[in-house]
């Protein structure tokens, strides 16, 4: 009984960590079974339940309500079947978790709601003059839909149908672009996520362990069950627990990983969306080299590096304490 449990909790873990890793990175692969099941969650199944509201559901955000209901969901999981087993100190804990819920979710919706720095007619000039073309990745252009000059760095977005100046990546989970106004509302949204899985599964770790404890000693002056049938018993009667522990501690796993992932692109001041015209450029010179081709061109094009990149410092600064084009334009009259 106790390896049939372990078992089935393991792959309720897997499987979860598996979908939300898809959801959350699957466009980082080019190809393959997670790029196809992230592209078939986020694209074509979207798609379809629009297409079978009559066009009623054109701009439901999917992802922005399932994570509402995840965090307030699983919050209200979380304090309903493991808050009330935790004895020691438990209103610190309870009043702190609650609030951290509560400050996540706020963050959560001012990202959601904020701009994220759209180049449009009135503005462009200004955000032109922001980062010269590194002509490697960017150039003079027209953008096609808003019929707008782009500026450097910037992309449209087919989802939101407008340019976003230094454009990171469509989130369908804030339902918003992130770019250069909104990038450190997004790390801290990150952030707070992270924070809240992670504080909440150590919460949920300790009353499974102090859980545990209790049935063990109970059964233990009797010595009528092995230790394996004493946690095997635990784990039948609390199976919701002890899976909103797992989940927990593996779903603080990825994001965190996802907050180191944009840590480092900030402090290298790249965006997500540099990073995959990178992995393109990469390829492509990965295949004419492949097929015997000259790549020698793309090759000086790739070593030209990162011109945006100003130092650690300056970049953090960039994103986080001032406003884009502040930082940039005064450098500029100085020099």
């Not at 990745?137 to 100046?165: I, L, Y």
């Not at 097929?291 to 100003?310: C, M, V």
């Amino acid at each position: 009984m106790f390896e049939y449990l372990v078992a089935y909790l393991t792959f309720l873990g897997v499987l979860v960590v598996f979908l939300v890793y898809t959801l959350l990175l699957g466009h980082l692969h080019s190809a393959g079974p997670v790029a196809s099941i992230n592209y078939f969650l986020l694209v074509r199944l979207p798609t379809l339940l629009r297409s079978l509201g009559g066009g009623t559901l054109t701009r439901l955000p999917l992802l922005w309500v399932f994570y509402s209901i995840l965090v307030v969901g699983g919050y209200s999981l979380f304090a309903y079947g493991t808050l009330p087993f935790l004895v020691e100190a438990s209103f610190p804990h309870k009043a702190f978790s609650f609030v951290l819920m509560i400050w996540t979710m706020a963050w959560f919706l001012a990202t959601s709601f904020s701009d994220p720095g759209v180049v449009t007619k009135a503005n462009y000039k200004r955000m032109s003059n922001v980062y010269a073309y590194d002509y490697v990745f960017f150039g003079p252009a027209e953008c096609q839909t808003c019929v707008t000059p782009k500026p450097a760095r910037s992309k449209h977005c087919s989802d939101c149908n407008r340019c976003v100046m230094r454009f990171d990546h469509h989130c369908t989970w804030i339902n918003n672009d992130v770019g250069a106004k909104n990038l450190w509302k997004f790390w801290l949204f990150l952030f707070n996520t992270a924070t809240l899985t992670t504080y909440t599964s150590l919460l949920s770790l300790w009353v499974v362990h102090n859980q545990i404890q209790l049935y063990l000693e109970a059964d233990f002056g009797k010595r009528v069950l092995e230790t394996y049938e004493i946690v095997a018993m635990f784990l039948a009667f609390h199976q919701s627990m002890v899976f909103m522990a797992i989940f927990l501690v593996l779903i603080s796993v990825v994001l965190w990983w996802f907050v180191l992932v944009k840590t480092k692109e900030i402090a290298s001041n790249v965006t997500g969306n540099e990073v995959m015209k990178r992995r393109v450029l990469v390829n492509y010179i990965a295949a004419k080299v492949a097929n015997n081709e000259d790549a020698t061109k793309e090759k000086n094009l790739l070593q030209k590096g990162n011109i945006y990149d100003r130092g650690v410092v300056t970049n953090v600064m960039e994103v986080f304490f001032r406003d884009e084009g502040e930082v940039r334009l005064k450098k500029k009259k100085k020099e």
